[in-house]
C-alpha cells in the first residue's frame, strides 16, 4: 500500500521514523512518501520537504510566512494527487495538517491522525474537524482516550513510542569515558542544556541557558544541537564560551547528563524517561504568550507534569527565566531529598508511558484498518 505521511518538526520525525520501521514489517510492499526529517528519510521513505523549511512557530512568525505556507499547501495537495496514497498519516502539526485532512478527506483518501494536535490544552473545539476529516486517531498519552470518549469519539492508544526509541538508543551508547573523549569534555558533570528544535526557540533560550554557566562552575554545560539546524545559528546565541555544542546526540547526552534545563516540548518526557533531573523553561514573543494564556486551559504545560497531573518539575515561563533556572538548578544539584523525589515521580510516569512496542502496534492497527 501506498503512505503520505506529514510530520513538522524534529519530535515528529522521530515518531515518524519509528512508524515507518513498522509499516514496512506488517507491510513489506509499502510505498512511502513524507514531510519530516533525516531519520524518516533513513528509514527509506521519500522525503518530500524537510521539517527545517517549514516550521514556524507562534501566531506573529506564521503571519510573517504567510505566503510561503501557502506555497507549500499547493505544493502538498498536488503531490498528495499525484502519489495517489491509501492512506495520508498526519502526525501532530495541527496548523498544517488540519488543512490536509481536509483536502485528503474531501478528495476521498483515508486519513489517520498519529499524535494528535493537544486540543486537551486549548481549542477543544477543534475535536469537530477531526471528527469529520479524519477516518482513525491514534494517540500517545494515556488520559487521551478519557478526552476523546468524551467526545463520543473512540481513538487507539498503545503506549508511548518515546519508550522504545529511548530503549533501542541506549544499546548504540559507549562508555561515559568513551562519549567524554569524543567530544572533547572534561570530566566535570555535565548538565545538558536542550534549548529547543525551532529557530524561535533556540533564539530566545539558548542565551539563557548558556548565561548561567558561571555560576555553575563545578559542571560542564553542553547544548544538544540538531543536525537539521546550522551549527552557526546555534554558535551566533551562545553567550558563554565554555558552553560546549555536539550535534545529533541529544540521547547519549542526556544518558550521561547530571541534570538539564530544557525547552518545553517533547524533549521534557525524553529527559524524563532518561531518569534526568531537569528544569523546564519556555520562551515566546510577547504578543503570542499574551495571546496564548487568554486561550490555553490547562494547568501544566510539561508534558511531565501534564501525564502525571501535578508538578514533577518546575516549569518556569516567560519572565526573569535566568535567576529563576538557577534557583531551581540550585535545588536539583544540591538538595538530595528534592531530586529523589522527582525521580521517584518520574518511575510512575513510566509506568503511565507502557512497555515497548508501540510503535509497532500501531503501525500493525493501521495496516490492518487499512485491509479490513
Known amino acids: 500500500m501506498k503512505y503520505y505521511i506529514i510530520a513538522g518538526e524534529a519530535s515528529g520525525d522521530l515518531h515518524g521514523s519509528n512508524l515507518i520501521r513498522g509499516l514496512k514489517k506488517s507491510d513489506t510492499e509499502a510505498s512511502i512518501r513524507c514531510w519530516g526529517g533525516d531519520l524518516m528519510q533513513k528509514e527509506g521513505a521519500v522525503l518530500v520537504k524537510h521539517y527545517r523549511d517549514t516550521a514556524y512557530m507562534g501566531i506573529f512568525e506564521v503571519i510573517a510566512h504567510a505566503r ?20 495520508v498519516v498526519l502526525i501532530d502539526y495541527w496548523g498544517f495538517n488540519s488543512r490536509v485532512a481536509k483536502f485528503s478527506k474531501e478528495k476521498g483518501i483515508k486519513v489517520y491522525y498519529y499524535i494528535p494536535p493537544k486540543i486537551w490544552a486549548w481549542k477543544e473545539s477543534r475535536v469537530k474537524k477531526i471528527k469529520e476529516f479524519v477516518n482513525r486517531v491514534f494517540v500517545i498519552f494515556p488520559f487521551e482516550k478519557d478526552f ?62 548558556t ?57 521534557t518526557l525524553e529527559t524524563a524517561l532518561f531518569n534526568v533531573p531537569q528544569v523546564v523553561c519556555y520562551r515566546t514573543s510577547s504578543a503570542t504568550y499574551l495571546l496564548a494564556s487568554s486561550l490555553v486551559s490547562i494547568k501544566f504545560f510539561s508534558l511531565v507534569n501534564i ?66
Open 211 to 267: 548565561g548561567l554557566i558561571d555560576k555553575f562552575d563545578g559542571y560542564q554545560f553542553v547544548i544538544a544541537g540538531a543536525s537539521a539546524m546550522e551549527e552557526s545559528f546555534y554558535r551566533q546565541h551562545i553567550t558563554n564560551n565554555k558552553a560546549i555544542l555536539i550535534i545529533n546526540q541529544t540521547y547519549e547526552l542526556l544518558f550521561h547528563a547530571k541534570a538539564a534545563i530544557v525547552a518545553s516540548g517533547t524533549a
Open 307 to 372: 501525564i502525571m497531573d501535578e508538578e514533577v518539575v518546575k516549569e518556569l515561563l516567560q519572565y526573569n527565566l535566568d535567576n529563576d533556572i538557577t534557583n531551581e538548578l540550585k535545588r536539583i544539584l544540591e538538595e538530595p531529598d528534592y531530586q529523589a523525589q522527582m525521580l521517584t515521580k518520574y518511575s510512575k510516569l513510566r509506568e503511565k508511558c507502557g512497555g515497548t512496542g508501540a510503535s509497532t502496534r500501531i503501525a500493525e492497527l493501521m495496516v490492518r484498518y487499512l485491509k479490513s
Open 68 to 87: 510561503t505556507i501557502t506555497k507549500n499547501f499547493k505544493f502538498c495537495f498536488q503531490d498528495i494527487m499525484d502519489f495517489q496514497p491509501d492512506v
Open 148 to 209: 476523546y470518549a468524551k467526545h463520543q469519539y473512540n481513538v487507539d492508544y498503545e503506549g508511548n513510542p518515546l519508550v522504545d526509541s529511548i530503549e533501542e538508543s541506549k544499546l548504540t551508547f559507549g562508555s561515559y569515558e568513551e562519549f567524554l573523549q569524543r567530544n572533547g569534555l572534561s570530566d566535570k558533570p555535565i548538565i545538558a542544556l536542550l534549548p529547543g528544535s525551532r529557530k524561535q526557540e533556540i533564539h530566545r533560550l539558548l542565551p539563557i541557558m
